[in-house]
C-alpha cells in the first residue's frame, strides 16, 4: 500500500484526488493537508467536500508512515512549501501550475536531497500532443497561433500548459490567448496555417478526474523512485515502451 499525503486537499483538485483514490486498491490517502491557517484546519474532509464524513480531517503536519506528498496547492506559496519539504524529506509530486524559471531551479535543487516529480498536467496526452506540435513544427514553416480556455478561478494566465506547448513551437508566453469563463473544462488549441493549408488541434478536458487519475497513476511508477528531478516525459515514455 501506497500512503499518500496530500497537500491543496481543501481545493477542487484536492476533491479528486480524494475522489478517485477509490478507485486504486494499492494507494490510501492517509492525510489531508492544508496551510497552518486555512480556516478548513480540523473539519472532516469527506463532509466538507461529499458531505458525508470520512474521517480524514483537514491538517497540517504529516504522519509519519507517509511514502509520498502528491501538491496540488498555490504555486505561489512555494518558499514555504520547499521549508516544508526539507522538514520533511518525503518524495514530492509537484503539481501546482504557473511555476517560474526560478521556482524550477528551487526545485531542481531540492531533488538532490528528495525525488521530485514536476507535473503542472497530469494529463498524458498533453505531452503526446507536444510531441506532435514538435514534428509538425520542424517540418513546416508558418503562422501559429495557441489559445487556451479555464474555469475564472484558475489563477494563473496563460496556464502553465498553455506555456509548456507554447515553448514546443516558439511561441512567447505574451502571444497565447486567455480566456476565463464559468466552464469547469480546460480547453487548449493549436493552429497552424502553413503554405496551402491549415491544421487546427484541439485538447479539452472535461473533467477534473483525468489529472486526478493520472496524478495517482504517477504516484505509483514514482514511488521508491531514487533521488533526482523527474518529468512526465519520462513518465510517458516508459508507459509507451520508450527508453
Known sequence: MINISL??????????????????????VIDALVHSKSKNLGKDSGKF??????????????SENTDLIIDFSNSKQLNSKIKFFKEYKKPVIFC???IDKKGEKQLHALSKLMPIFIAPNTSKNIFILATLLRDINTSSTGYISISEAHHKSKIDRPSGTAIFLANQVGIPKNKIKVTRNTSNKSIHKIKFILNGETIEIKHTIN?????????????????????????????????????
Not at 491543496?8 to 490510501?28: C, P, Q, T, V, Y
Not at 474521517?55 to 504529516?62: C, N, P, Q
Open 49 to 62: 467536500h461529499f458531505n458525508k464524513k470520512n474521517g480524514l480531517i483537514f491538517k497540517k503536519d504529516l
Open 7 to 28: 497537500l491543496g486537499s481543501s481545493g477542487k483538485m484536492g476533491k479528486a484526488i480524494l475522489n478517485e483514490s477509490k478507485n486504486f486498491k494499492d494507494i490510501s
Open 96 to 98: 501546482s501550475t504557473g
Open 207 to 243: 473533467d477534473r478526474k483525468v489529472f486526478a487519475e493520472g496524478a495517482l497513476k504517477i504516484a505509483k511508477w514514482f514511488y521508491q523512485k531514487p533521488k533526482k528531478l523527474y518529468h512526465m516525459q519520462t513518465f510517458v515514455e516508459e508507459l509507451n515502451g520508450k527508453k
